[in-house]
Each structure stands twice: as structure tokens, then as C-alpha cells.
């Protein structure tokens, strides 16, 4: 069964930085491709970085190329996603996904909140 646990989240002001983490259980984390993806309120889910299985290649979504940056370690079975000059906007609920590059619709966590205060 896959498990996607997620943490790190919190109220953080404008211009801020928060890490989250997630970490994996329940299949082959090492051959996966993982995602961060997003849902602010009201609003449906919104793909945030994705990375590849070996954790080369990393993409992301314009809204926060060159503010975010995703890791992840395939020995600790952890996926990443370091936030900085957080901004109103990014306030969502985060999860991690497995699934295809840019995809939101794989198995997904219980997610970590994030608000950002102006």
C-alpha cells in the first residue's frame, strides 16, 4: 500500500521560508518520479515541482520556478520541497504525489497546511 506522509508545514510571514518533507513507504520510492502539488481554498488541486526517479531533473510550475526547490533521497525514502520568499499565494494545502512528471491525480498524503501572512 502506498504511504505518502507529509510535514513541515506552518504560518510563515510574507517573504519566509519553510522546508517540507514526505516521506514514502509502500512501493519502490528509488524508481518513482514525485511530485508537490497544491490546493489553496477554494481552488482545485494545482501542480507545484516535479523531480525524477535518480533526483537529477528537477521542473517546476512558472508560479514558483526560481523560489522553490525539490530534493529527494532515495536512501531515506524522502521527498523535499524547500520554499523561499514565500508569498500570500503559495498559502495551500501541500501534498506529495507519485505519479508522471506534472501529473495530480496520483496517490497523494493527508497533505501539510501552509499560510503565508502578509
Known amino acids: 500500500e502506498v504511504q505518502l506522509v507529509e510535514s513541515g508545514g506552518g504560518l510563515v510571514q510574507l517573504g519566509g521560508s519553510l522546508r517540507l518533507s514526505c516521506v514514502a513507504s509502500?512501493?519502490?520510492?528509488?524508481?518513482?518520479?514525485m511530485n508537490w502539488i497544491r490546493q489553496a481554498p477554494g481552488k482545485g488541486l494545482r501542480w507545484v515541482a516535479g523531480?525524477?526517479?535518480?533526483?537529477?531533473?528537477?521542473y517546476y510550475s512558472d508560479s514558483v520556478k526560481g523560489r522553490f526547490t525539490i530534493s529527494k533521497d532515495n536512501e531515506k525514502n524522502t521527498v523535499y520541497l524547500q520554499m523561499d520568499n514565500l508569498k500570500t499565494e503559495d498559502t495551500a494545502i501541500y501534498y506529495c504525489?507519485?505519479?508522471?512528471?506534472?501529473?495530480?491525480?496520483?496517490?497523494r498524503g493527508q497533505g501539510t497546511q501552509v499560510s503565508v501572512s502578509s
Open positions: 523531480i525524477t526517479s535518480n533526483g537529477y531533473n528537477a
Open positions: 509502500g512501493f519502490n520510492f528509488r524508481g518513482a518520479v
Open positions: 504525489s507519485k505519479g508522471d512528471l506534472a501529473s495530480v491525480t496520483g496517490p
